[in-house]
């Protein structure tokens, strides 16, 4: 069983920066990761993935050159970095994990484990 902590959210201004991190347990070296959002009232959605040797990303067309994930597999943590955030940013952001992908990065069932959910509010 994989747990994920999801924390770094909270309340920034738009055209600010904010860092969400994820911390995984056991080890999830050999995971697929993602993160999405969900904003009030709309379904999730796919913001951004990285492969398990972190040489692959994905991104979302509403984030590409915002954001920017990452992954510490030493340390066990996996980062999406924020920049440039909009109104529309905001959301409950969740990470996720996939032991492997067989369709999509974009998909959420594709994700075997999730985090809790940390809620980032972009304010004008």
């Known amino acids: 069983q994989v747990q994920l902590q999801a924390c770094g959210g909270g309340l920034v201004q738009a055209r600010g920066s904010l860092t969400l991190s994820c911390r995984t347990s056991?080890?999830?070296?050999?995971?697929?990761m993602a993160w999405f959002r969900q904003a009030p009232g709309k379904e999730r959605e796919f913001v951004a993935a990285?492969?398990?040797?972190?040489?692959?990303?994905f991104y979302a067309d509403s984030v590409k050159d915002r954001f920017t994930v990452s992954r510490d597999n030493a340390k066990n943590t996996f980062s999406l970095q924020m920049n440039s955030l909009k109104l529309e940013d905001t959301a409950v952001y969740y990470c996720?994990?996939?032991?492997?992908?067989?369709?999509?990065?974009?998909?959420?069932?594709?994700?075997?484990?999730w985090g809790q959910g940390t809620l980032v509010t972009v304010s004008s």
């Open positions: 996720g994990a996939a032991k492997e992908i067989i369709g999509s990065y974009f998909y959420d069932y594709e994700y075997d484990y």
């Open positions: 056991p080890r999830t070296f050999n995971y697929d």
């Open positions: 990285i492969g398990s040797a972190g040489g692959r990303t």
